[in-house]
């Protein structure tokens, strides 16, 4: 129950590797955050963990290789955030850089395209916001956590509204 199959560090290799690869392909699936997963896409998450378990644990079962890769995970999870905090082109890299979708109420073709989103898909994140008409929609910006920030025409700019006039 408690003997490793293999040496301790063979877990920490392992499980950095397979971190680092789950990670890529992550980033290379694109910015939806959870919430914006289709069923495909989630589906496809699932897999990948089942996956990769047994890359990670090398058919080893015991509690001890899987408290080894449990804070293998966590603490690169931790080490990341911190990369990331530290640094933005680092930042860029991991998470990705935000996208305007539209501007002027007009759609951005294009990196709707790069974003992997339909028209439909983008106007039903903008409905669940109360925004109702493209056209009315100054800036709406893909945020690399998969959020779409929206700037509506009309709207002060954020910090203007305090300012002495």
Do not use: C
Not at 45 to 55: K, M, R, W
Not at 138 to 148: F, R, V
């Amino acid at each position: 129950m408690w003997n490793l199959s293999f040496p301790w560090w063979e877990f920490i290799v392992r499980g950095a590797v397979v971190y680092a690869f789950v990670l890529l392909l992550i980033r290379l699936g694109g910015k939806r955050e959870i919430g914006q997963m289709g069923a495909g896409e989630f589906v496809a998450i699932l897999l990948v963990s089942n996956a990769v378990q047994n890359s990670m644990n090398g058919g080893d079962n015991s509690i001890s290789g899987g408290l080894i890769l449990s804070v293998v995970i966590i603490g690169l999870s931790v080490m990341v955030a911190y990369l990331t905090y530290k640094s933005r082109k680092l930042e860029n890299i991991i998470q990705g850089k935000p996208s305007v979708l539209i501007r002027n109420g007009e759609i951005i073709p294009k990196n709707l395209r790069k974003e992997l989103l339909n028209i439909h898909e983008l106007k039903t994140l903008l409905r669940r916001q109360g925004i109702q008409h493209l056209h009315d929609v100054d800036l709406a910006t893909l945020e690399s956590d998969g959020y779409i920030s929206v700037h509506l025409k009309g709207e002060p700019i954020h910090g203007a509204a305090n300012q002495p006039s």
